[in-house]
C-alpha cells in the first residue's frame, strides 16, 4: 500500500469516528423524547449516555486528539503568563478609570461648544 492510500484510509477512518461520536449524541437526545414514559433519571441518563459516549468516540478521532493537544498545550501556556499583583491589578483600573472620567468630561464639552457654535452663533436659535 502506497502512503497516499493508507493516508485516505485514515482520514476516512477519522470521519467515520466523528459521524459515530456526531450519531451517539443525536441518539441520546432522540432517546430522551423517544422514552415519554418513562422516568426522568431514565430519559436524561439516555441523554448523559449518548453525550459521554459520543465524546470517548470523538477523542479517539485525529481531530479529538488534535483538540486535547492543543487544550494542555493551553493549560501549560497559561500556566506560564506572568498574572499582575492585586497592586498592580488596582493600579490599571484606577488609570482606566480616571481616563474614562477624563474623556467624558472631554466629550461632553466638546458637544456643548458644538451645540453653542452652531445652534447659538451660526443658526441664532437661543433658548
Same mark, same amino acid.
Given at each position: 500500500?502506497?502512503?497516499?492510500s ?5 482520514v476516512?477512518a ?5 459521524a *459515530?461520536?456526531?450519531? *451517539? ?10 422514552l415519554?414514559?418513562q422516568?426522568v433519571?431514565?430519559r ?6 449518548? *453525550?459521554?459516549l459520543?465524546v470517548?468516540? &470523538?477523542f479517539?478521532?485525529a481531530s ?5 493537544? &492543543? ?12 498574572w ?6 488596582l493600579q490599571m ?5 480616571v481616563f474614562?472620567?477624563?474623556m467624558?468630561i472631554? *466629550? ?13 452663533l451660526?443658526?441664532?436659535w437661543?433658548k
Amino acid at each position: 500500500m502506497s502512503a497516499s492510500s493508507v493516508e485516505t484510509v485514515n482520514v476516512t477512518a477519522d470521519r467515520i469516528k466523528v459521524a *459515530l461520536a456526531a450519531l *451517539l449524541v443525536g441518539a441520546g437526545i432522540v432517546g430522551f423524547y423517544v422514552l415519554p414514559e418513562q422516568q426522568v433519571a431514565a430519559r436524561v441518563g439516555a441523554v448523559l449516555a449518548g *453525550l459521554v459516549l459520543g465524546v470517548i468516540v &470523538f477523542f479517539l478521532s485525529a481531530s479529538g486528539k488534535q483538540l486535547w493537544a &492543543f487544550g494542555q498545550d493551553a493549560i501549560r501556556e497559561a500556566q506560564r503568563v506572568v498574572w499582575p499583583t492585586r497592586k498592580e491589578t488596582l493600579q490599571m483600573t484606577g488609570i482606566v478609570f480616571v481616563f474614562v472620567v477624563v474623556m467624558a468630561i472631554f *466629550l461632553w464639552t466638546t458637544d456643548k461648544t458644538l451645540e453653542w457654535v452652531l445652534y447659538d452663533l451660526i443658526l441664532g436659535w437661543k433658548k
